[in-house]
């Protein structure tokens, strides 16, 4: 079957970040994507409050730094209107299992932190709806096609497609058809952890069992003076109070609760929230947004199967400390999104979207880890509030916050990539050229890149064929004076570097990356 006989080349299931950032890859890419989505707006609901820095690449290179920039500022002015928080400092690291980093303690000579360019500065105490609505315009200006209030109700996948029901009750129907139906070459679930993309196409889902009941919430609050600000460990938990007026997360060790879909009540986090602070004199009198959540930790052992794919958490579960699933999921987004468009294109061979597991799993199990060990610190026993002084007296150190917050930001990300230059596999440094740009800026049109700071024309004839999808650029570049090479991969990481002129290995990196190049006329 050709593309021309699908009504898309991907259907996405879910307008969150994650599939607004795939949806707009796959645009920019070339596939015909549509983004189904139930709700109607974006979900107001606190989830995570921030953006990493691998975040913050990814999205600078796409032209839209400025406005991250721009919502962490706006971020950072609502902080500064809650008693207690004093002025916000400009460079937000995190936490871990609730244990605070000082910025002042960071030492930030690590050269991946210089290679992040720009992007390193921003702020980034960035709410997820403000990144969904950053999305959303960034989806509205490249003309990505999104249904909301459009529910999928199912799909029968087959080797040719997938045919993606969906709920013709709601609007959700064929406009060539009429029927509630759509044929696409592919289906990628961005669905959320409850995934129904997930779940009726079978994926294997191994994991931990959940062991917590946790609530984060904007709530209306009284009595609540002798809470504090920030995390708190107790005898019965662990609650936070901030760092914006109303907001409330608490946690307790009693096991998931008995249905995490009833709606959450204001006397139930009244009374989890006196329970962990011991704080009886607390009141919440109205329920702004809630959500209840568990330390379920599970990943697929596939993020696909045959033409159904997932990314994000569709793809992966974890408890929710310190805003690891956005982050995570967004990396799952910008590593697929030029994939599977170079596929549906019918540019590269099927086998290309085999790296997207080989990839992106070993980076999810690293974080379910990360989220298992803050679980296994916020403990109320005695051994976990021994072993939380000990990892908090290393976390005050210098070394200690610099390897925390380097782990937190994704600076050090990389893929086990062909080829023995130490660029290989790594997130590409944003290089300073000679012509007055950066590396960064020459990635918003989501095309590979090839650098030739050397002027050689021996390695540009070995590109030869791929004007279609690589853009070459030639400038020298300063800070690293010895590199005669470097060819980066839409999603920006590295997939050949050479300190050598020449080219030698770039038509393999290329042909493995971008499929065949097209023949001389």
Known sequence: MTTTEYDYDVVVAGAGPVGLFLACELRLGGARALVVERRTEVDETVRAGSVNIATAIALYRRGLLPELAAAGEASRARLRAFPGTGRPRPKFLGHFAGIMLDPDLFDGSDPAWADAGPAAGVGLAVPQ????????????????????????????????????????????????????????????????????????????????????????????????????????????GTYVHGPFPGRVLTVEFDGPPADRSAPVTAGELEAS??????????????????????????????????????????????????????????????????????????????????????????????????????????????????????????????????????????????????????????????????DGTRLGERLHTGRALLLDPADDAALRARAGGYGDRLDVVTAACPDRPGLRGLFVRPDGFVAWASDRAGGEGLPEALERWLGSPLAAA
């Open 273 to 434: 929230l006196r329970r962990v602070s011991g704080v009886p004199e607390v009141r919440v009198s109205e329920v702004i947004t809630a959500t209840r959540f568990t330390d379920n930790a599970r990943q697929v052992t596939d993020y696909r199967k045959g033409r159904v794919l997932l990314a994000g958490d569709a793809a992966h579960v974890h408890a929710p400390f310190g805003g690891q699933g956005l982050n995570l999921g967004i990396g799952d987004a910008l590593n697929l999104g030029w994939k599977l468009a170079a596929v549906a294109r019918g540019r590269a061979p099927e086998s290309l979207l085999d790296t997207y597991t080989a990839e992106r799993h070993p980076v999810g199990a690293r974080v379910l880890d990360w989220t298992r060990a803050q679980i296994a610190l916020m403990r109320p026993d005695r051994h976990a509030r021994a072993l939380r002084r000990v990892v908090t007296d290393l976390a005050l150190t210098t070394a200690g916050t610099t390897y925390l917050a380097t782990r937190i930001s994704g600076v050090r990300q990389r893929y086990d990539l062909p080829g023995g230059h130490p660029l290989t596999g790594v997130c590409a440094p944003d290089l300073r050229l000679a």
């Open 129 to 236: 709806a403000e990144l969904e609505r950053l999305l959303g315009r960034w989806a509205a200006r490249l003309g990505v096609e999104i249904r909301r209030g459009v529910e999928l109700t199912g799909f029968d996948a087959d080797a040719d497609g997938v045919t993606v029901h969906i709920d013709a009750a709601t609007g959700g129907v064929n406009a060539h058809t009429g029927a509630g139906s759509l044929r696409a070459g592919r289906l990628v679930g961005c669905d959320g952890g409850r995934s129904t993309v997930r779940k009726s196409a079978g994926f294997d889902f191994p994991g931990t069992a959940p062991e917590i009941t946790g609530y984060q919430a904007v709530v209306r609050l009284s009595g609540a003076e002798r809470l504090g600000t920030g995390w708190r460990t107790t005898d019965a």
